[in-house]
T-cell receptor, first 117, second 113 residues
Framework: DSGVTQTPKHLITATGQRVTLRCSPR?????VYWYQQSLDQGLQFLIQ???????AKGNILERFSAQQFPDLHSELNLSSLELGDSALYFC????????????????FGSGTQLSVL | AQKVTQAQTEISVVEKEDVTLDCVYE???????LFWYKQPPSGELVFLIR??????QNEISGRYSWNFQKSTSSFNFTITASQVVDSAVYFC??????????FGSGTKLNVKP
């Protein structure tokens, strides 16, 4: 168990809807990262938060947004959902904000499987 | 319980050396998939390989090779003639029957010139 908790495990919704994915980082970790994975391929980096502030942005669509709350949990909001948004969404956490450039190791949750019908 | 263990937190080698990254997993599922990913500084996790539990054939792709042994629940990754560009964090992961992923804690590889 990595200590990173993602809920829900599975989510089925319809096109045009809005969903919220939740992530609780490991105890003591201040950074939270969101990733999207399609079809057992690589994980595309979406966004990073550190201690409540946005720290880095990847290929995140404008229909998607995220935030990190004072208790350090994070939520990824996906709106106006399209069929192509169906994917596995991962959350990861790390202790500092040194970031991916310095090869900081991340601890991954088990993912939320989103199915858009 | 499902678990992936990458016991090597960090490895440093000199360019051109061979290096093996260890991955040991635990699962009671009979059907599962094993993955290796590379995390470069850009942030994404680059997919390297996927192996299903019924396919124990080792695989070689260029300088990369993977040794899957169900008897020891291991799926080790070897880089031959390492290069500086191989420096990254590498993750091993297991996907179970319910499409749930379990990641190892990652091994940071430093390849020095």
């Amino acid at each position: 168990d990595s200590g990173v908790t993602q809920t829900p495990k599975h989510l089925i919704t319809a096109t045009g809807q809005r969903v919220t994915l939740r992530c609780s980082p490991r105890s003591g970790d201040l950074s939270v990262y969101w990733y999207q994975q399609s079809l057992d391929q690589g994980l595309q980096f979406l966004i990073q938060y550190y201690n409540g502030e946005e720290r880095a942005k990847g290929n995140i669509l404008e229909r998607f947004s995220a935030q990190q709350f004072p208790d350090l949990h994070s939520e990824l909001n996906l709106s106006s959902l399209e069929l192509g948004d169906s994917a596995l969404y991962f959350c990861a956490s790390s202790q500092t904000d040194r970031g991916l450039r310095e090869g900081e190791k991340l601890f991954f949750g088990s993912g939320t499987q989103l199915s858009v019908l | 319980a499902q678990k992936v263990t990458q016991a090597q937190t960090e490895i440093s080698v000199v360019e051109k050396e061979d290096v093996t990254l260890d991955c040991v997993y635990e699962t009671r599922d009979t059907t599962y998939y094993l993955f290796w990913y590379k995390q470069p500084p850009s942030g994404e996790l680059v997919f390297l390989i996927r192996r299903n539990s019924f396919d124990e054939q080792n695989e070689i792709s260029g300088r990369y090779s993977w040794n899957f042994q169900k008897s020891t629940s291991s799926f080790n990754f070897t880089i031959t003639a390492s290069q500086v560009v191989d420096s990254a964090v590498y993750f091993c992961a297991l996907k179970n029957n319910f499409n749930k992923f379990y990641f190892g804690s990652g091994t940071k590889l430093n390849v020095k010139p």
